[in-house]
Nanobody, 126 residues
Framework: QVQVVESGGGSVQAGGSLRLSCVAS????????MGWFRQAPGKERDFVAY????????YYTDSVRGRFTISRDNAKDTVYLHMDSLKPDDTAVYYCAAGWYATFQNFAASRSIDYWGQGTQVTVSS
């Protein structure tokens, strides 16, 4: 079993920055691709960012590419999402996810997610 716990959400004005952290403990962290999804009120949960188990590959949804950066520290069992130039449209609950050796294609489609975090709220005001 893997416990996935996010932190770092909050409220920020448009143009500001936040860094989300996610600790995934209980199994070999370095065997899991990690990523972030988000769900805005009244909308479905959507893929945001992915990082492969070794950290060598990253992918982003178009709306955040160039503004968000995903990274991981396998020694700390932690994945990060650094968010810059935040917009009101980025307001959502952000979920961390873990997939055992999941490819980007399967991960982004939620086909190979093994564990989800409980979510952390990000609110961006104009």
């Amino acid at each position: 079993q893997v416990q996935v716990v996010e932190s770092g959400g909050g409220s920020v004005q448009a143009g500001g920055s936040l860094r989300l952290s996610c600790v995934a403990s209980g199994r070999t962290f370095s065997s899991y691709a990690m990523g972030w999804f988000r769900q805005a009120p009244g909308k479905e949960r959507d893929f945001v960012a992915y990082i492969s188990w070794g950290g060598g590959s990253t992918y982003y949804t178009d709306s955040v590419r160039g503004r968000f950066t995903i990274s991981r520290d396998n020694a700390k069992d932690t994945v990060y999402l650094h968010m810059d130039s935040l917009k009101p449209d980025d307001t959502a609950v952000y979920y961390c996810a873990a997939g055992w050796y999941a490819t980007f294609q399967n991960f982004a489609a939620s086909r190979s997610i093994d564990y989800w975090g409980q979510g952390t709220q990000v609110t961006v005001s104009s």
